[in-house]
């Protein structure tokens, strides 16, 4: 079952840099360690409900590699991804598949933490190099949630911000980002008109998602144009 928003992914150019800055912000921010391919690492900023940032580098951004994520370096740093939290990975990627989706995985990750604590999941692949780019990827722990999130102090900041209430994913083409969210979600979510376009919110746990095919001029079309879906 997909219960909540895990984390939203922002790709940055040099962690420690990117860690100084959203320190400076107001945000709390704890040391990740090195994923287990060995290619990137990160930093978290979690929140009181769970939920939280991942800033994540290449420790070889200059290097062309096969990474879905890599080639939106040249973009600068930026959201890049999310993934939803599921309780049974297995099952959520059998009822993806009778709803039409293709994952890819579920596969085995994991994390290598500065203290030595071995991190393990597993995730299976939804959105930009599989299917339409606005889905997340899903998420299940294997070892405890609580080992690979921050609680306590890391969940407190400068900043008054203790929960992520929702995500707003900006897309080209609203109808068939909607279908392949109601597809994900099991729920057609609502039609929605904003100030930056149209869009369809859907409601997860208790946050909500938030498709949205903004005008070419608002701040959010200028966002797409420049940086992809």
Known sequence: MLRAIDHIVILVRDLAQASADYERAGFTVTPGGTHAAGTTHNALISFADGTYFELIAFFEPDRPQEHRWWSRGAQGDGLVDYALLSSDLAADCAAMRSHGLQPQGPEDGGRLRPDGERLVWRSAMLGRGNSHPALPFVIEDVTPRDLRVPGGDATRHRLPVTRV?????????????????????????????????????????????????????????????????
């Open 165 to 229: 209430t929702g995500l707003t994913v900006v897309t080209a083409d609203l109808a068939a980002g909607a279908d392949a969210l109601a597809a994900l979600l099991g729920t057609a979510g609502e039609s929605v008109n904003t100030a930056e376009g149209a869009g369809q919110r859907f409601t997860i746990g208790r946050q909500w998602l938030l498709l949205l095919q903004p005008s070419a001029s608002s701040d959010a079309g200028q966002h797409l144009a420049a940086r992809g879906e």
